[in-house]
């Protein structure tokens, strides 16, 4: 019986190292079954515990060898192999997947940051102009050619552009061309032989697009924020600008003050738009290349006739850049944040507020919603406008700080 079994086993296993194993109990066996015949006699007289023992020795030993056998020789076959994951290099995986480190790269050497001096203030210590505002732009063209926002190089009289590249040289710049209309401007350095970002095509881009935002907010150079593209035709009067015809750009990359006039870009490493301002957290607008382009075009033709820059009207000046809270606006602010009161149904929201300005020296901060100027109601930003037109000495505005209304004042400065 124990014979067949070891017979049953070889069937089912069927290991060759194993059979070797199995030959020798068998030879073994055999042998035992001739010695049985042959000492009959003797074997009668045994104890009955001694043949027990004999009887079960055999399978017993077949199983101790075939357990050794797999655990020795066959033991992936029937225990699981189980090791440690062995990730990649991190080198490797950082080129991989870090894509958006390679576009930072690619276009960090041609953003440039954007100081505006005002020779009027200096400062106690240094004896230096103060900073009245700073932002971004970038070098489109290797002569000294910068281009940027409106807001971010007029500000105030009295006042010069300083130009920081991105390897630490810095140059005067003069303001060649520019449209209020539309927030762009170009600057001009004396410097050759600069990097040049390239121009995407903004027609192209896709809601869901990677984009990176750069910049130098706060004076930090090459910093760099990241998101997608919500919407690639927000128009501007959903944003409360009726006199501009642009669909802007909508990304949750952050833009602030300082990175505002630098490239948008995407994941080609070509600008597809001009940072131009923040509403909130996740929700930032960009002018589209395409617009920029034939801003640039028209710039051409204008310094091949000689005109050196766009004439734009003097205005009563407070040093404000605003936007206008529409519904859509409102309805998005109040559902991100809790700082604006539930029952606000318009205003105008002030993004960015010159250092040293009438407005800054009043008492206004980024955030404020102006809700009313001389107790008149500011629905949008052309209200703010006629109200710089009136000839008041002041103006009482009226805003919400948070869920705080207060009252601010402040003097305008004649052109």
């Given at each position: 019986?124990?014979?067949?079994?070891?017979?049953?086993?070889?069937?089912?296993?069927?290991?060759?190292?194993?059979?070797?194993?199995?030959?020798?109990?068998?030879?073994?066996?055999?042998?035992?079954?001739?010695?049985?015949?042959?000492?009959?006699?003797?074997?009668?007289?045994?104890?009955?515990?001694?043949?027990?023992?004999?009887?079960?020795?055999?399978?017993?030993?077949a199983?101790?060898?075939?357990?050794?056998?797999?655990?020795?020789?066959?033991?992936?076959?029937?225990?699981?192999?189980?090791?440690?994951?062995?990730?990649?290099?991190?080198?490797?995986?950082?080129?991989?997947?870090?894509?958006?480190?390679?576009?930072?790269?690619?276009?960090?050497?041609?953003?440039?940051?954007?100081?505006?001096?005002?020779?009027?203030?200096?400062?106690?210590?240094?004896?230096?102009?103060v900073?009245?505002?700073?932002?971004?732009?970038?070098?489109?063209?290797?002569?000294?050619?910068?281009?940027?926002?409106?807001?971010?190089?007029?500000?105030?009289p009295?006042?010069?552009?300083?130009?920081?590249?991105?390897?630490?040289?810095?140059?005067?710049?003069v303001?060649?061309?520019?449209?209020?209309?539309?927030?762009?401007?170009?600057?001009?350095?004396?410097?050759k032989?600069?990097?040049?970002?390239?121009?995407?095509?903004?027609?192209?881009?896709?809601?869901?697009?990677?984009?990176?935002?750069?910049?130098?907010?706060?004076?930090?150079?090459?910093?760099?924020t990241?998101?997608?593209?919500?919407?690639?035709?927000?128009?501007?009067?959903?944003?409360?600008?009726?006199?501009?015809?642009?669909?802007?750009?909508?990304?949750?990359?952050?833009?602030?003050?300082?990175?505002?006039?630098?490239?948008?870009?995407?994941?080609?490493?070509?600008?597809?738009?001009?940072?131009?301002?923040?509403?909130?957290?996740?929700?930032?607008?960009?002018?589209?290349?395409?617009?920029?382009?034939?801003?640039?075009?028209?710039?051409?033709?204008?310094?091949?006739?000689?005109?050196?820059?766009?004439?734009?009207?003097?205005k009563?000046?407070?040093?404000?850049?605003?936007?206008?809270?529409?519904?859509?606006?409102?309805?998005?602010?109040?559902?991100?944040?809790?700082?604006?009161?539930?029952?606000?149904?318009?205003?105008?929201?002030?993004?960015?507020?010159?250092?040293?300005?009438?407005?800054?020296?009043?008492?206004?901060?980024?955030?404020?919603?102006?809700?009313?100027?001389?107790?008149?109601?500011?629905?949008?930003?052309?209200?703010?406008?006629?109200?710089?037109?009136?000839?008041?000495?002041s103006?009482?505005?009226?805003?919400?700080?948070?869920?705080?209304?207060?009252?601010v004042?402040?003097?305008?400065?004649?052109?």
């Amino acid at each position: 019986m124990a014979f067949n079994n070891l017979k049953k086993i070889n069937a089912l296993l069927k290991f060759s190292n194993f059979r070797c194993v199995l030959n020798a109990f068998k030879q073994l066996h055999n042998g035992q079954q001739y010695n049985k015949y042959e000492h009959k006699s003797n074997k009668q007289k045994e104890s009955s515990r001694g043949s027990i023992w004999r009887s079960n020795f055999i399978p017993i030993a077949a199983a101790s060898a075939l357990s050794a056998y797999l655990v020795y020789n066959q033991k992936d076959y029937i225990i699981p192999h189980v090791s440690a994951f062995t990730s990649p290099p991190l080198s490797g995986r950082r080129k991989q997947y870090n894509f958006l480190a390679d576009v930072v790269h690619a276009c960090a050497p041609s953003v440039v940051y954007i100081e505006i001096k005002d020779m009027r203030q200096f400062d106690y210590y240094t004896g230096k102009p103060v900073t009245a505002s700073n932002g971004s732009g970038f070098i489109i063209d290797s002569n000294g050619l910068i281009l940027t926002n409106a807001h971010v190089v007029i500000n105030k009289p009295h006042t010069m552009v300083q130009v920081r590249l991105n390897d630490g040289r810095t140059f005067p710049g003069v303001v060649e061309d520019i449209d209020q209309t539309s927030d762009l401007a170009t600057v001009r350095i004396q410097c050759k032989d600069l990097p040049v970002m390239s121009l995407g095509q903004s027609s192209t881009l896709r809601s869901g697009e990677w984009v990176v935002a750069l910049g130098s907010p706060l004076a930090l150079s090459n910093t760099v924020t990241a998101g997608v593209v919500s919407s690639t035709q927000r128009p501007s009067q959903e944003l409360g600008l009726k006199n501009r015809d642009i669909n802007y750009i909508q990304t949750d990359a952050a833009i602030t003050f300082g990175n505002s006039g630098g490239p948008l870009v995407n994941l080609d490493g070509e600008a597809i738009g001009v940072n131009s301002m923040k509403v909130t957290a996740g929700i930032s607008f960009a002018i589209p290349i395409d617009y920029v382009k034939l801003f640039l075009n028209r710039a051409e033709e204008r310094r091949r006739q000689g005109v050196s820059k766009m004439d734009y009207p003097a205005k009563r000046y407070m040093g404000i850049t605003m936007l206008t809270l529409t519904p859509d606006i409102l309805f998005e602010l109040k559902n991100r944040t809790q700082n604006v009161p539930s029952d606000l149904t318009h205003g105008v929201l002030v993004w960015k507020v010159i250092i040293g300005s009438p407005a800054h020296t009043g008492g206004l901060y980024p955030g404020d919603i102006v809700t009313k100027i001389n107790d008149k109601e500011i629905k949008n930003s052309s209200d703010v406008y006629e109200a710089l037109a009136l000839k008041t000495k002041s103006l009482d505005i009226t805003i919400f700080r948070g869920l705080k209304k207060m009252t601010v004042k402040i003097v305008p400065e004649d052109p």
